[in-house]
């Protein structure tokens, strides 16, 4: 009897400690997960940003601009090429 008491309260206590490593485990893939889409939304703007100012100061022939370049990120070309476009149109709006 005692030692079917004791199994069972070793069963308890596995379960508890695996329950406890899958909670653990799951806050850090949401913690990370989230951490991928800060960075994501960080380099977009970073890449909105030089692309805006190259946009405008190609178009309006100003100077040539100096950017972070960050290639290897889908989120900064992205963030650049939506920049650059606005940019762009920007300097040709001020024109007329």
Same mark, same amino acid.
């Given at each position: 009897?005692?030692?079917?008491?004791?199994?069972?309260?070793?069963?308890?206590?596995?379960?508890?400690?695996?329950?406890?490593?899958?909670?653990?485990?799951?806050?850090?893939?949401?913690? +990370?997960?989230?951490?991928?889409?800060?960075?994501?939304?960080?380099?977009?703007?970073? +890449?909105?940003?030089?692309?805006?100012?190259?946009?405008y100061n190609t178009t *309006?022939?100003?100077?040539?601009?100096?950017?972070?370049?960050?290639? +290897?990120?889908?989120a900064y070309t992205r963030?650049?090429?939506?920049?650059?476009?606005?940019?762009?149109?920007? *300097?040709?709006?001020?024109?007329?």
């Amino acid at each position: 009897m005692l030692a079917a008491l004791l199994a069972g309260v070793m069963a308890l206590s596995i379960l508890a400690v695996g329950l406890f490593v899958i909670a653990g485990l799951a806050v850090l893939l949401f913690v +990370g997960a989230q951490r991928l889409l800060e960075d994501s939304d960080e380099r977009y703007r970073v +890449g909105y940003s030089d692309g805006y100012a190259v946009g405008y100061n190609t178009t *309006c022939k100003i100077r040539t601009t100096l950017i972070e370049g960050d290639w +290897g990120s889908n989120a900064y070309t992205r963030g650049y090429n939506i920049g650059y476009t606005d940019g762009s149109a920007v *300097c040709l709006a001020k024109r007329r």
